[in-house]
Each structure stands twice: as C-alpha cells, then as structure tokens.
C-alpha cells in the first residue's frame, strides 16, 4: 500500500497553500503515495482559486478518512485561523498555527496514522510572535519527539550535505563541535545512507578552517580537536569516512561523484552549495529524530514577497514529496 505522506502547511500567510495545492495538481504524487494535508481547508481553497486549480478540497477528521484520489485534495482540519488572514504578512496568528500543524503531524507519525511529514516553510517571525521560540522545524521536532541527536540533511541533484550544526551564530557553532558530535553526526549519514539502499556510502568531512586548517596554518587546532578524533573513531567500526577537507574544494568533488554525502560544520557551509545547485530541487530532510519519524521539507522559505500572486514554484515541494516516500518505513496497511 502506498504510504500516507502528511503535509503539513507551514505558515499560511506565505505560499505553503499555493506550493502544496500546485504540487497536488501533479498526478505522479498520487501514484506513489497517499498526499494529506495538515492544515487549514480555507486557506487551500483560496490557493485554488489563485492558481486557478481544478481540484478540490474533501475536509477530513482523521487520516483513515481520506479519499487519496488525483482531483480531492485532502485536507485534515484544525481550524486554527480565521478567514481575514492575509497573504504576504507576519501574523502572531499564522505561526501559532504553523506550529500546531506540525505538532498534530507528530503524533500521527508517533502513532503510525502517517509515514512519513513532509513540511511547507514557516516563518521563524511569526513562529516567535506566536509564541514558539524555536529557531526553526527542525529544532521543533526535536522537542516534540524529545530527540537530542538529530541533524539536518540537505539533498539536491548530485549532492547530499549532512550538519554538525545549523541555526546558531559561527562563534557558538564552533564551540558546539566536539569529537562526539563529529561522530555521531557521521554515524546517521552512514545509517541514513544504508537505509536507503547504499551499502557502502562515502561520507568526507569539511574543515572547519579555510584549508582544513592547514596543518596549523589558520586556526586554533580546531580540526585536530574537534573533529578528527570523531572521524577515526567512526573510521575504526569500518564506516568509509574520510576528512577533514576544505570545503572550497569537497563540494566540487562531491558532486563530481567522489563522495556520497559530505559533513558540514556549520549552516552556510552546508547551505550554499546546495542552493546553487538548485533551490527549486533542494530538500531539507531532518534525520535521527525518535520513533524513527521521517521528515522532509521544501529547501526555501514563505516568500512573502509573491505569497498570494499565483507564481510560486512547487518544485521543491514536489522534491521533498518524492524524498519522503523514498525514506518512509514500510506503508502502513490498517489505520485504528
């Protein structure tokens, strides 16, 4: 049976509506899996209207309700926001919503009612205004399946970055590195890769300094300290990892096929050659979280600038759709 992917809507002021009502215009998403969105009925309608869509919108209770037919968009009801809110604008209203979206999304996959969450962007703004101090989705799933060693991982066309660290300022990132993390962060590449079929992955490390520190030459030792201890220590239980190595030269090999996935140190190292590569192809996947719950999500954000004008691309949701159906555990066959 095909797996029951739960999409949640994100910040409704933005073009989450609008990505996911167009990605569910694409017929192929309903030949791999069970779409369901997590969310808010009136917000879609508007966005079918925008986009001038000819699906439409069966409200749901429960995910064993759901029809899963090209054309019926289903829509799980929390009626969290009301009909005057705007697109294009923060709203306390809408990140509190954003966050409850989510929060309703784990507990379904907690009690296996869905396989896999698949997330329109948020507004960290709104999130905060609403009350929800988090940096972003990630660090929100890891509070609500109470997981202390997740990472972020980013797939885009020939490259897969995985992190050791993402929404802090570099000083902090620095200092949050340690041979521990170093290992148990290449430790869920390896896992992560093996359970999608790669029996073998590559996995290289970026340095933290320019030149991987050169030997001493900038830095303070920072790659001997905190991350080749972490590397040899993965090494030793036969995991193919390698590095540190510069990261001005690691990602052009990774994508030349060298690598199968690299570790980077902090949030830009990782996220800007992915998004060159392509932001409307790039998949943000959180990895490691409890219960064994997969998440992927669009690799961009709520574009208020164009939220509400019909012009999003739904590229990447239709990525992240893919991703999650790719790394979801086996289907579930009966919903209680």
Partial sequence: MKPIIGITMGDASGIGPEIIVK?????????????LVIGDPVMLERALQIVKGTASIHIISSPQHGRYEYGSIDCLDLRMLGPDLSFGKVSDEAGH???????????????RQIDAICTAPLNKEALHKGGHIYPGHTEILAGLTHTEDYSM?????????????????????IELINPERTYKVIKLAYETLRRAGNDKPR?????????AGENGLFGNGEEEQKLIPGIRLAAEEG?????????????????????????ACYHDQGHIPIKVLG??????ITIGLNGGIIRTSVDHGTAFDIAGRGIADERSMLAAIRAAVELAPKPIDNLS
């Avoid at 932001?279 to 943000?284: D, F, P, S």
């Fill in 239 to 263: 995991i193919n990892v390698t590095g540190p190595y510069p990261a001005d030269t690691l990602f052009y090999r990774a994508v030349k096929g060298d690598f199968d996935i690299v570790v």
């Fill in 153 to 173: 991982m980013l797939t885009a066309p020939k490259l897969k970055v995985i992190h050791l660290t993402t929404h802090v300022g570099l000083i902090q990132a």
């Fill in 23 to 35: 990605a569910l215009h694409h017929s192929q998403v309903y030949e791999s899996c069970r779409p």
């Fill in 203 to 211: 996995i290289a490390v970026c340095g933290i300094n320019p030149h």
């Fill in 279 to 284: 932001i409307e192809a790039g998949v943000n």
């Fill in 97 to 111: 919503a954003a966050y409850v979206f989510v929060e309703k999304a784990v507990e379904l996959a907690l009690a």
